[in-house]
């Protein structure tokens, strides 16, 4: 099946840092990828939607300046953390469409997430 | 805007026993997609099934299966034959059925403990 892969694992940075997570399309052109954050012990919540060649859609609350999307190819859509603080430090999930499934199929496929710790 | 509600903190269910798990949504789409994931302890997401509002035939995969009252708004999980492997976190998802651009909208989730 498709897959999406998903890098770091885990990171660990100092505040007022920038981290960058990566999230790729392994098999399928992905034209929109999906970008959420999940707490300790609660619900994936939906950031931005990352579109090919164009800028995100951010969800409201979220800031835009704060949380850096590009998506500049089929297959990669990057997520920066920029100048982070311990607040920031959370469980970062990207998911991605494959579009060769058809709109009626829709299925989604998740990376397997990046925890960010802030110190 | 839609929301996904799961009053089911946690359940606790005997393996080889059945459980259902609820999951209310609120929409004013008539055309949309419903899901189950599980999120094990990797936390990895785990599609478990999926359902189309304009489907009346409830899904089902293997041990798996919903029941999806549209008039309600309530989309439960039942897993029948419980296994250890079922422990994990169970969320409810919606997606509008446009164009495929729409992000899920998760319930909170539900912890399903599996008693051996």
């Known amino acids: 099946g498709a897959v999406v892969s998903q890098h770091p694992s885990w990171v660990i940075c100092k505040s007022g840092t920038s981290v960058k997570i990566e999230c790729r399309s392994l098999d399928f052109q992905a034209t929109t990828m999906f970008w959420y954050r999940q707490f300790p012990k609660q619900s994936l919540m939906l950031m931005a939607t990352s579109n090919e060649g164009s800028k995100a859609t951010y969800e409201q609350g979220v800031e835009k300046d704060k949380f850096l999307i590009n998506h500049a190819s089929l297959t990669l859509s990057t997520l920066t953390v920029t100048s982070a603080h311990p607040e920031d430090s959370s469980f970062y999930i990207c998911?991605?469409?494959?579009?060769?499934?058809?709109?009626?199929?829709?299925?989604?496929?998740f990376g397997s997430g990046t925890q960010l710790s802030v110190l | 805007a839609q929301t996904v509600t799961q009053s089911q903190p946690e359940m606790s269910v005997q393996e080889a026993e059945t459980v259902t798990l609820s999951c209310t949504y609120d929409?004013?789409?008539?055309?949309?997609?419903l899901f189950w994931y599980k999120q094990p302890p990797s936390r990895q997401m785990i599609l478990v099934i999926r359902?189309?509002?304009?489907?009346?035939q409830n899904a089902t995969e293997n041990r798996f299966s919903v029941n999806f009252q549209k008039a309600a708004k309530s989309f439960s999980l039942k897993i029948s034959d419980s296994q250890l492997g079922d422990a994990a976190m169970y969320f409810c998802a919606y997606r509008n059925s446009g164009g495929g651009a729409d992000g899920l909208t998760f319930g909170k989730g539900t912890h399903l403990i599996i008693q051996p």
């Open positions: 929409t004013s789409e008539s055309d949309y997609y």
């Open positions: 998911s991605a469409r494959d579009p060769g499934q058809g709109v009626s199929r829709s299925k989604l496929f």
């Open positions: 359902q189309e509002a304009y489907k009346q």
